[in-house]
T-cell receptor
Framework: DAMVIQNPRYQVTQFGKPVTLSCSQT?????MYWYQQKSSQAPKLLFH???????NEADTPDNFQSRRPNTSFCFLDIRSPGLGDAAMYLC????????????FGPGTRLTVL | GIQVEQSPPDLILQEGANSTLRCNFS?????LQWFHQNPWGQLINLFY???GTKQNGRLSATTVATERYSLLYISSSQTTDSGVYFC???????????FGEGTQLTVNP
């Protein structure tokens, strides 16, 4: 089945230690998104790629970076995680901007010690 | 940016009861999706419904785009329906989904 896969499902890191979260998709969608969801809050968009074009949200901290080496994979890099970065990180894809319909992966829950 | 309001914020039901969740949005939209977030945190797509009515089993949804609201109906609720239900919209001028704050549904046996 076509799907969005996130690894790992649970990630523990130390304060200030860089961490990378991974997302892959078999849908061959052009757009990939990263959302951050803190406890009891709605998901918040961090950035997205349309093909190779990177689009950063205005209020996304500089501590967060992303890479998309090919259509299937997208990575979220947190350069120096703080305690406030502990959250669920959700990856999503859509065929293109016009279609709008987004498919979400299962998420990676990040703990910062 | 577009504002999305969901009501009620919390809802507690007995198994077998019916419920209606509401989503109001402040501007025209290209896309409206309803999601169920399960206890493990995954967002499950329920409906893609920028306008009209759709049904899937015990769930149905209606969006009245001209009046800027959408309703999600859950009939004969089951304990497995528990979780958070999110409405998310994409405004006509943008390419991102804006989420409401969600409705926390608890279905008791």
């Amino acid at each position: 089945d076509a799907m969005v896969i996130q690894n790992p499902r649970y990630q523990v890191t130390q304060f200030g230690k860089p961490v990378t979260l991974s997302c892959s998709q078999t849908l061959n969608h052009n757009v990939m998104y990263w959302y951050q969801q803190k406890s009891s809050q709605a998901p918040k968009l961090l950035f997205h790629y349309y093909d190779k074009d990177f689009n950063n949200e205005a209020d996304t901290p500089d501590n967060f970076q992303s890479r998309r080496p090919n259509t299937s994979f997208c990575f979220l890099d947190i350069r120096s995680p703080g305690l406030g970065d502990a959250a669920m990180y959700l990856c999503a894809t859509s065929r293109d901007h016009a279609s709008g319909y987004q498919f979400f992966g299962p998420g990676t829950r990040l703990t910062v010690l | 940016g577009i504002q999305v309001e969901q009501s009620p914020p919390d809802l507690i039901l007995q198994e077998g009861a019916n419920s209606t969740l509401r989503c109001n949005f402040s501007d025209s939209v290209n896309n409206l999706q309803w999601f169920h977030q399960n206890p493990w945190g995954q967002l499950i797509n329920l409906f893609y419904i920028p306008s009209g009515t759709k049904q899937n089993g015990r769930l149905s949804a209606t969006t009245v785009a001209t009046e800027r609201y959408s309703l999600l109906y859950i009939s004969s609720s089951q304990t497995t329906d528990s979780g958070v239900y999110f409405c998310a919209v994409e405004e006509t001028s943008g390419s991102r989904l804006t989420f409401g704050e969600g409705t926390q549904l608890t279905v008791n046996p």
